[in-house]
């Protein structure tokens, strides 16, 4: 008997019979792969190729001066007159706000007049055009991309800092420059003013000639440099980036398999059951001649159609799944870690392929198991007549067995460190709690199934207990639904306790952390690298209006630590109240802790830098402050959730001795005892005048804060709730299987005198038995697998501490919804069962 | 035994009632296949009173079976009436035939068709648990002792043998108390010596509890048991038999 003979009549034949199942089971499959790939799409171009959007018109460096707080200017200077062909280009790199859209571009001052000398670099004309030189001394010149602007000439009003200003475009960026998105560029001269960096670069780019080899250069300019600038390889930003993005991202990318690790327990039970089904056939086959190996294949190819099937269903829709997710990254990536410009999405060769093997990977790993028991079956049975039902030996007690062990290997897991920065052992810990649970489910059943029963029967009658009966009857298949369901719930319930926990600890931060009446800070988007500042006038100014009691100026450096990007800030300790927000690790009192930073050179480190660095309280950090090195006793590790990069704070007074710029980033400004806040509001904002700065209230700022931390999870909930849609679906096919092979059974009720309400009644509520097992199981193993995101993979992925909180509510809430689909999957199938006619099936063999 | 003529037949109920138990009054029945319609039953008519044990015998696919779904209330005949207990099929809706199906007709099938996942006092009392009786259990014990397997109650199905289970299965047919019972080759699975024990067993109800039998069946052992046979052939009744 030929392989594909074996393979058309127990696979196609019965697939193409049993077509709603088969297309449930497809969408599924496809749903589960086409999230995988939305995912992978939309975190390359989230993440713009982990590019800054800084990093726009950059030419083919070596390598790049930078130091925390600006370059000093006579750098490039010092660099220029070096005895060697070095090409040296100083960038102003800052962010502006399209006053027009809201829309926040790169600001990049370049030197118009080395640019054009050297053909090598970005051309803002075409070659010998001087007309460019004509505008280098206008302040209010500016060059931008086509998108910004229609003509030469027209006025773009863009919000630098706390200033607006209408700058005129005096050309456009050709297409050929390397960016991605909008941009406005500046002569360097006209940049430091905009920006306020007067003296000051933001970096230095250096081309060197190939001899005498990067190692050499490297020692020949780290020489001539001051000890306080970084010489660093082109590039690195780029690298930093990606380490940074890097937990995000496997993070996000680990979520999206949760479907596919439901759609493996669809698969696997799909196979089962076709397999139980057709024992007669294989054996009739087997009887026949087929060899065990052809039986094999034949059940590993029908994973395969699906994964096959599914994959091609999930290209598209995997496709336009990314565009939607990309903007939500994108914002994510802006406002948490880096600015840069989302690429577009595209499906790669490799990506494409990556779909693939993950579909039909996934599909036919999931069948192995059953398609091995298709082999295994006798040619003997094709005589065992009537062997339908899906009684399989379920080993419970050995089951239960594994379980136990596998959640000891769970606990074990959890306990061991990171690998290469990675949860690894987090993961693998969920993954065998997810098994165990799996295990564990048969026993669970048999011992909730006849609880279940006893209390349904007497609350919703003989329907109730015929269903309870088959679903315990089925042990496998039932076990099979409910782990499928439940692993689905479980991450559901961990993610949102994780989400909620997060959140309650952010909002109890934020109380503490937020103790001034008013904050004010620079217009625009705020964004985890982009520091706008408040002219130091304004700040002066408005700590001398009545009813104004203090205020608490805030400073913020983009930095690089360890080839990771952090932040480098300072604060005002002045005000009483500022000193008892802060809380830290060792339990220590804020304004102990905070008295020795006043101190000499101290600083704090936040709980997400001090576990990225392996920084302790005591340790002596040296960090670039300017041109010289210099080195802060860490006085303690405080909890803050307001950035992933980690921070390094110091007192404004120390700073101001490395760093002398006096703007701020933001104000935290307390009023008088009695003080209105309205009246003070108005008087800060007359005091305003010109600027262009956001003032809001204690209540405003933490509302915003919660909205970020909202928007930034979203995500999470919709893979969430594609991972349910995918079990809903398998419970919906699975269902439908249930009536196919109970088909007699319910004719024979009609006959002892059920009504057919009764068989849609009996239908659903074995949908909604399944949903209570899964709701009990999920919800029972999403506790534990919370533990492990909140104290394990958050922890080692992130470095924050998380306290746990029920999100009772969330929980609810999703729990019922889950309920209420699982109760609506057999709505299709019960309607299927309703419709079947007693007297054709009675009499089927 | 006697040979009436074969367009119409009755069997009166033995004592009692003068209004048959079954009508049915020159049914027709037919079937739409893939390929063409079929007539199942044509133009019958048949009578059967209180009490009388009727034997339907004939080949595989000469109707026997679908005068028994007709007569069961499981589905209308296309044309004609079907009588049961004085009420008419024809003219009740679905609700009303299920109705009809729980107070008067009780299955018995020939392979069993008992639930594996209920015991056997389960499956016993799910026609009353199906008709919303809140105490079924007496009833189903009492039916089970009837057929003389009141010890095998807590058991479940594959404990028992074949002649067990089908004296479960008539057991549940008559929990109810119905007014006919069908039976669709009540022996067909069963060897000779326990399938005539299953016949005698339908025998006794049909004397004692004066319940309508009605059976389909080819076992040739039957003929001393029932009051008569009616041979079919191509949807019509070719013969019929009293003793």
Known sequence: MSHLSIFFRLIVRPMLRERARSLLMLSAVALGVAIVLAIDLAGDAAAGSFHSSLQALAGDDNFEVTADGGVPESIVGDLARLPWPIRVTPRIEDHATVAASGETIPLIGIDFIAQANDPDEVQLGAPNDTSIFDDINSPDAIWTTRSLSDRIGSTVTLVINDHKHAYTVRGFIPTSARFGGDVAVMDIDAAQRATGKAGRVDRILLKVPDQPGFAEWQQRLLAVLPAGVQLLPQGSETAANRRMLAAFRWNLRILSY?????GAFLIYNTVSVSVVR?????????????????VLLAFLAEAAIFGVAGTLLALPLGRLLADGAVRVLSTTVNALYVSSQPGTVGLSTGSVVMAFIVGIGVAVASALAPAREAALVPPTEAMARGRREYAIRVERGRDALLAFLLAIAAAFAARLPPVGGKPLFGYIAALLLVAASAFAIPALVTVLMPLLSAVLTKLLGVEALLAAR??????RRTSVLVAMLSTAIAMMTAVGIMV?????????????QLPADLYLRPAGEPGGDRFPTIRPELADSIAMLPGIAAISRFRAYQIEYQGLPAILASVDLGPSQARDGTEFLSGRPSSVVLSQLDAGDSAIVSEPFANKHHVHTGDLLTLPMGVRAASFRVVGIFYDYGDEAGIVLLARSTMLRYLPDKAASSLAIYLAPGANLETARAEIRKAATGRDVLLLANGEIRRQGIRTFDQTFAITYALEAVAIIVAVLGIAGALISIVIDRRREFGLLRFLGAASSQIRRLILIEAGLIGILANIVGLALGYLLSLILIYVINKQSFGWTIRFHWPVSVLVAALSGVYLATVLAGLYPASIAQRLNPIEVIHEE | MSSPDTSSFSFPA???????????????????TETEPVRALDNVSLQIGTGRFVALV?????????????????????????VLDGVSTDRLTEPELTQLRREKVGFVFQSFQLLHTLSVAENVELPLLLAGHAHPRPGALEQLASVGLADLADRMPHQLSGGQMQRVAIARALVHGPRILLADEPTGNLDSVTGNSILELLRRISSEHNTTILMATHNAEFASLVDAVVRMRDGRIEEVAVR
């Not at chain 1, 057709?278 to 060899?291: D, F, H, S, W």
């Not at chain 1, 088959?470 to 042990?475: D, K, T, V």
């Not at chain 1, 909620?500 to 503490?512: A, D, H, L, Y």
Request: proline share 2%; aromatic share 4%.
């Open chain 2, 58 to 82: 004939g080949r595989s696919g000469c109707g026997k079976s679908t005068l028994l779904h007709l007569a069961g209330a499981m589905d209308f005949p296309t044309g004609g009436r079907v």
């Open chain 1, 278 to 294: 057709r024992r007669v056939e294989i054996g009739t086959v087997r009887a026949l001649g087929a060899c065990r190996r052809a």
């Open chain 1, 258 to 262: 949760i479907a596919l690790l439901v």
């Open chain 1, 500 to 512: 909620g926990s997060f959140r309650q600890t952010v909002v109890i931060w934020m109380e503490r």
């Open chain 2, 14 to 32: 033995q004592s009692g009632s003068r209004q048959p138990t079954l009508s049915l009054e020159s049914v027709i029945k037919d079937y739409t």
């Open chain 1, 470 to 475: 088959s679903l315990g009857g089925s042990l």
